[in-house]
């Protein structure tokens, strides 16, 4: 079946630091998506990539739909202490949206 | 704007006891989803439900059945629920065109002891 991969599986990065996360699949989609989960809450969507090569910003986050269909990255520049959450990539067909194992992210102030 | 609502927040069940996990949406999707969170872990699909009147396996459907009963609402049934079964539990909805974007509601905390 589709599987996605993420990496790094957490990260601890200091407040104000860049942090950059992938996500790849063994599966071609037609759109990506990135969504962010704090602890006790549904994920909430972040950015949504529908074309292969697009890149996407939304505030301090940008996000790259990989021109394979593949894969996608996302980068969050100069990290505040409410970046803290996972970090999840989905990736959209048709029918389904198949999630990532997910990022960890923990920002030291 | 409730957006998509999950009942109820919080259960715990004993083994072999049954429940319904009720879900609504106000958006007018036609697809909507049932995931289930394990600690470290992330997503995983349940079923899911393209539009009214039918429903498909996902990842991981097996001790699960669901019920699409009408646009608005997905239900997803535990006949016996095991301990394997203790997860968070959550439901999204989205349009069903492709270029669209999932939205998900709270969550269902299920303990089963």
């Not at chain 1, 200091?14 to 998506?33: A, K, P, R, Y």
């Not at chain 2, 704007?1 to 715990?12: D, E, H, R, Y």
């Not at chain 2, 239900?75 to 909805?93: I, K």
């Amino acid at each position: 079946g589709q599987q996605l991969n993420q990496s790094p599986q957490s990260m601890f990065i200091q407040e104000g630091e860049d942090v950059s996360m992938n996500c790849t699949s063994s599966s071609i989609f037609n759109t990506w998506l990135w969504y962010k989960q704090d602890p006790g809450e549904g994920p909430v969507l972040l950015i949504a990539l529908y074309k292969a090569g697009e890149l996407t910003s939304n505030g301090r986050l940008t996000a790259q739909f990989g021109i394979t269909r593949k894969d996608s990255f996302l980068n969050i520049s100069a990290s505040i202490p409410s970046d803290v959450g996972i970090y999840f990539c989905a990736g959209q067909d048709a029918d389904k949206v198949i999630f990532g194992p997910g990022t960890s992210l923990s920002v030291i102030p | 704007n409730a957006g998509v609502t999950q009942t109820p927040k919080f259960q715990v069940l004993k083994t072999g006891q049954s429940m319904t996990l009720q879900c609504a949406q106000d958006m007018n999707h036609n697809s909507m989803y049932w995931y289930r969170q394990d600690p470290g872990m992330g997503l995983r699909l349940i079923y899911y439900s393209a539009s009214e009147g039918t429903t498909d396996k996902g990842e991981v459907p097996n001790g699960y059945n669901v019920s699409r009963l009408n646009k608005r609402e997905f239900s997803l049934r535990l006949e016996s629920a095991a301990p394997s079964q203790t997860s968070v539990y959550f439901c999204a909805s989205h349009t069903g065109t492709v270029n669209t974007e999932a939205f998900f509601g709270q969550g269902t905390r299920l303990t089963v002891v």
